[in-house]
């Protein structure tokens, strides 16, 4: 299965290569919204993938990126604009992902067969290219007359809308459709549109756009990124373009759960994981989680004193569910569990019988230095809930206990200190949005 999806990616990462030209976007989109890992099994073999489209594209197609601008280098005030245009682009891929999927619930709702879905969504198409043509097709001309600047003018409003109303529609009514066109026409209209009321460059504030509105409806702004690099080859650009898609992808994390096409996975009942974090059996090791102050039992002790020692609640030993039975030199010899006092309780008389009788001397141990991970996975292998843990040098020297409460104590520990910063992060940034917007001058300046 692992190996399929992989080939999968492989082959999506190839096609976008060979089609935009853009292999390295390519591979970073694989990793941001189809693999959802990073690891050398599947980004190796995607990455090959892409760079092979990528070569082959020249004798067929040509070099060269297939949205060939240039602009001058950029003034320091243009990273403003861009924050600006993010913050606006942002809202508008909120705005957008609503539109999709308020679509597709529609035509849930609509008493007909969804056979005739399409009929209604072609139809909608069709009125919308009636009114403006050049909302129609994959767009390629379009896009390339907005990064140069040759479409002005406030009728790229009506444009817009009318691109985002049929694209939603056309997906809602369930055809198949793409996405990254799509977005990049209606980011760069509502950049143009921008520049048009704000007396700025129509092709520069239409790029930053673009970028700002795919990074923020995928939820993928290094993909978005690059993807605009590959496809203008105008290095000067790429400051502006970082901080457009770093501000629209802020806004989309505060408005929406998933990005567009997330949403669309999660809604067929899969759990898709965003956040590259790396899991707490990873990060921490045996020896930070062990219990250390263990109370062992001598190998010698009678079973019928060590039941009278728990009978009367002996408060080093009642509240614990296994004990490392030790040796008279303190060397770990075996491992004496509840199941296993359990099981000499069904026996007939166990008068005599030392606790090593009994208890297990096949004993599965871990390391202080071995990672939460492997020994979780003796645990598992070995259907045992506790592991004693014991010194490399001298695999008789017992140093500590690990058992699946301390497992579980620790991973809970990172995740209450990881919400816990989510949450102070949230509540500090709306803390200071209000704040902003309490200094807002307002009738004779007072604030409000």
């Known amino acids: 299965a692992a190996e399929r999806k992989t080939l999968l990616v492989a082959g999506a990462a190839g096609g976008m290569a060979a089609v935009f030209a853009t292999p390295v976007a390519a591979v970073l989109l694989a990793v941001e919204l189809l693999l959802f890992e990073w690891k050398p099994?599947?980004?190796?073999?995607?990455?090959?993938?892409?760079?092979?489209?990528?070569?082959?594209?020249?004798p067929l197609l040509g070099t060269g990126p297939i949205f060939p601008v240039a602009h001058a280098a950029l003034p320091l005030s243009t990273l403003v604009i861009a924050l600006a245009i993010g913050l606006v682009a942002g809202f508008g891929s909120g705005l957008l992902t609503w539109l999709v999927y308020a679509c597709e619930d529609?035509?849930?709702?609509?008493?007909?067969?969804?056979?005739?879905?399409?009929?209604?969504?072609?139809?909608?198409?069709?009125?919308?290219?009636?009114?403006?043509?050049?909302?129609?097709?994959?767009?390629?001309?379009?896009?390339?007359?907005?990064?140069?600047?040759?479409?002005l003018g406030a009728a790229l409003l009506g444009l817009?809308?009318?691109?985002?109303?049929?694209?939603?529609?056309?997906?809602?009514?369930?055809?198949?459709g793409g996405v990254l066109a799509p977005?990049?026409?209606?980011?760069?209209?509502l950049g143009a549109v921008e520049a048009h009321w704000a007396n700025g460059d129509p092709g520069?504030?239409?790029?930053?756009?673009?970028?700002?509105?795919?990074?923020?409806?995928?939820?993928?702004?290094?993909?978005?990124?690059v993807f605009m690099l590959e496809l203008t080859h105008d290095v000067n650009l790429f400051p502006s373009l970082f901080v457009a898609c770093v501000a629209a992808d802020a806004v989309t994390v505060l408005l929406m759960k998933r990005s567009i096409l997330t949403e669309k996975v999660a809604r067929r009942g899969h759990h898709v994981m965003r956040e590259y974090s790396v899991s707490p059996l990873h990060r921490l090791r045996v020896a930070d989680v062990m219990d250390k102050d263990v109370p062992t039992v001598p190998a010698d002790l009678p079973v019928d004193t060590l039941f009278l020692r728990l009978a009367e609640l002996d408060?080093?030993?009642?509240?614990?569910?296994?004990?490392?039975?030790?040796?008279?030199?303190?060397?770990?010899?075996?491992?004496?569990?509840?199941?296993?006092?359990?099981?000499?309780?069904?026996?007939?008389?166990?008068?005599?019988?030392?606790?090593?009788?009994?208890?297990?001397?096949?004993?599965?141990?871990?390391?202080?230095?071995?990672?939460?991970?492997e020994a979780t996975q003796k645990m598992l292998e070995r259907d045992v809930g506790r592991l004693p843990v014991v010194s490399r040098e001298d695999p008789t020297q017992l140093v500590g206990?690990?058992?699946?409460?301390?497992?579980?104590?620790?991973?809970?520990?990172?995740?209450?200190?990881?919400?816990?910063?989510?949450?102070?992060?949230?509540?500090?940034?709306?803390?200071?949005?209000?704040?902003?917007?309490?200094?807002?001058?307002h009738g004779d300046s007072k604030p409000r």
């Open 160 to 176: 817009m809308i009318t691109k985002a109303v049929i694209w939603a529609v056309a997906l809602g009514s369930g055809t198949s």
């Open 41 to 58: 099994r599947s980004f190796i073999p995607v990455a090959c993938a892409a760079a092979v489209a990528g070569a082959l594209r020249v």
């Open 315 to 373: 408060p080093v030993l009642a509240r614990r569910h296994a004990w490392p039975i030790v040796d008279d030199a303190g060397r770990l010899v075996g491992l004496l569990t509840r199941s296993d006092l359990v099981r000499a309780l069904e026996q007939v008389d166990v008068t005599g019988q030392s606790v090593l009788q009994i208890g297990s001397t096949a004993l599965s141990v871990t390391y202080p230095d071995e990672l939460l991970e």
């Open 106 to 151: 529609l035509f849930r709702r609509l008493p007909i067969h969804w056979m005739w879905w399409p009929i209604i969504g072609g139809a909608v198409v069709g009125l919308g290219g009636l009114a403006y043509p050049r909302a129609l097709g994959v767009g390629y001309d379009t896009i390339h007359d907005l990064l140069a600047g040759h479409l």
């Open 401 to 441: 206990y690990l058992g699946r409460t301390g497992v579980m104590a620790a991973w809970l520990h990172v995740a209450r200190d990881d919400g816990a910063r989510e949450a102070g992060w949230l509540t500090h940034r709306l803390r200071t949005i209000r704040g902003m917007l309490r200094r807002v001058p």
């Open 204 to 225: 520069v504030w239409a790029a930053m756009s673009m970028d700002a509105m795919m990074g923020g409806t995928m939820r993928s702004p290094f993909t978005a990124v």
């Open 183 to 189: 977005l990049l026409i209606v980011g760069g209209c």
